[in-house]
Structures are given as C-alpha cells and as structure tokens.
C-alpha cells in the first residue's frame, strides 16, 4: 500500500497522525437478499475490479496498514455500495477492532443503486439498519482527537440542514480546532470545472454549485444537486467559522485539493477500491 502524505498545520501542540480513507464500495450479498440484489452484487464487483485488484484486498490492505501504524482511520462514506446484510456485516467485522470515525456517503443507503431519486424518504427506509452497523451517529458526530474535534455531517445528498448548522456552531463554541468531514465535497470553481472540463463528467456531483453553473446538468441532476437554502446557509457558516481548519471528503473517486473562497483546504481522498488512502499528519 503506497498512501499519499499529507501534512495539515492547524496549530497544534504535538502533532497527530490518521488514515483518511473514503469509497471502498464493498459490493457483496448472500441468500439473505433477493436474487436483484444477488445480481447488482455481481456486476458492481465487477465494475469496481476493473484495476485487476479486488475491492476486499484494497481495504484489507489499508485496514492492515493503519493496524500496523497505530492509526485511526477517518471515513468519508460510500464504505459499501448498497445496502445488504453481507456488505454491513462485512463493514461491521473489518472494522471490529479498528478505531475509526465516518462520514456518511449516499451509498450506504442505496438499496438498489440508482433505482429512485434519493431524497429523505428513501434514505429513512434503510437508515435504523444501516445505522446500527456503525459506532457513531450518521447524520452528525463530532469526536475529539488529540485536540481536534471531528465534526462528520451527512450531506450525502448535497444538502445539510438547519439542525445540522445549529449543532455545527455548538462543536464551534468548544473553542477547539474543527476538521469537517463530508461525503460530498463543496463546491469549488476549480473543483467544478476539473471534474466538468479535465474528467468530462455530465455534472460536478458538489454540494453548494451556484445555480448558473447547475445550467449543463440535465433535469435528475439539476434538481440533486441544487442546493437549498439551509444548505446555502450552512456553507456561508463554514466559510465564517474561524475554528474550521480543513475539510475531509470523497465521492469523486480521485484525489483532489482544492481551496475554499474562505483559505481552507479541501482535502479529497480517491477511491479505496481503487487503492487511495491519505495519511494525514495535523500538526
Ligand atoms: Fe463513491
């Protein structure tokens, strides 16, 4: 495993080290799901090994490695694919003695992969089961570390809201230096127009894109990704909020940085399933 180094000065005392790690997409089912979801399990695996390497060696790999450096490993969501007994289970058994704090991704409650619009309905029918896989609150969490306080908020849907922005200024009142941990990274120009113009993908897939830049997308993806007002309102905070000091995200599959209007750093960590993982010094 040859991991990217990053190195995070926020201004601490003695630095701390972790594993970000973010879209694993473990893809798998048994007889407990139906024969739809037995197939979706086959074909996702397949599409997910297109390196040759297996989703379950990567992350096996990368659970190993941070067992072996002694580092905590920070989520950014899309841990499996779709919701299925043997992907939680799976999610639940790998991470069973590793000390981790996630981000949710909208596929952790995909039942089906892009069979419905995803909006609160549809994650509310498989959230309680996915949830009680996991050790922290999915929807937000904040966890100290060595004198950061992680904040993890689900904006798997590119939208957060107003109970999400009110806990976010109490984490901020703690006085302790904040690292947002979000599924789907802000939106940035530059973030924008690399995965718009460089990967020519039909839309940017970010949270907050300004509405004349959402003028390409076609009408599914126009009215995913626009953001609401809490989500507008949400975003002007974290530009505000002095205790912010760098963003944690994933869903783009590839590593990026890329800097707010505000001076924080966005820091993207690529597929897992593809092999990424960022070892992070905060410093
Ligand atoms: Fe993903």
Redesign the pocket.
């Known amino acids: 495993m040859n991991p990217t180094l990053t190195r995070i000065p926020i201004g601490l005392d003695a630095p701390f080290r972790a594993l970000h790690l973010s ?1 694993n ?1 473990l893809s798998l089912a048994d007889s407990r799901d139906d024969e739809r979801k037995n197939r979706l399990a086959q074909r996702r695996q397949r599409e997910f090994d297109s390196a040759g390497k297996g989703v379950m060696l990567h992350i096996t790999e990368q659970l190993a490695y941070a067992k072996e450096n002694r580092l905590p490993i920070l989520h950014t969501g ?1 841990l499996i694919d779709f919701v299925s007994h043997k992907n939680l289970e799976t999610a639940e058994t790998l991470f069973k003695d590793i000390d981790y704090f996630m981000a949710v ?1 909208n ?1 952790e409650f995909s039942l089906y992969v892009g069979e419905a619009f995803e909006d609160e309905a549809y994650k509310m029918q498989s959230y309680d089961f996915v949830q009680k896989h996991f050790r922290n609150d999915l929807t937000f969490a904040s966890r100290e570390m060595s004198g950061i306080n992680f904040v993890a908020v689900d904006n798997s849907y590119y939208r957060f809201t107003v109970i999400q922005l009110e806990k976010l200024k109490k984490e901020a009142e703690k006085g302790l230096p904040i690292v947002l941990m979000l599924h789907c990274p802000l939106h940035t120009d530059e973030l924008y127009h690399l995965i718009m113009d460089d990967l020519h993908f039909p839309c940017a897939y970010l949270t907050g894109t300004p509405e004349p830049l959402l003028k390409p997308y076609d009408d599914y993806r126009y009215r995913q990704q626009k953001p609401d007002g809490a989500t507008l309102k949400f975003i002007e905070y974290v530009y505000a909020c002095p205790s912010i000091k760098a963003i944690l995200g ?2 783009m ?1 590839e590593n990026a940085e890329s800097i707010l209007p505000s001076g924080v750093m966005q820091y993207i960590t690529g ?1 897992g399933y593809k092999g990424y993982a960022r070892e992070i010094e905060f410093c």
Do not use: F, L, V
């Open positions: 879209d997409h899309d991704g596929h994933g869903h599959h597929g």
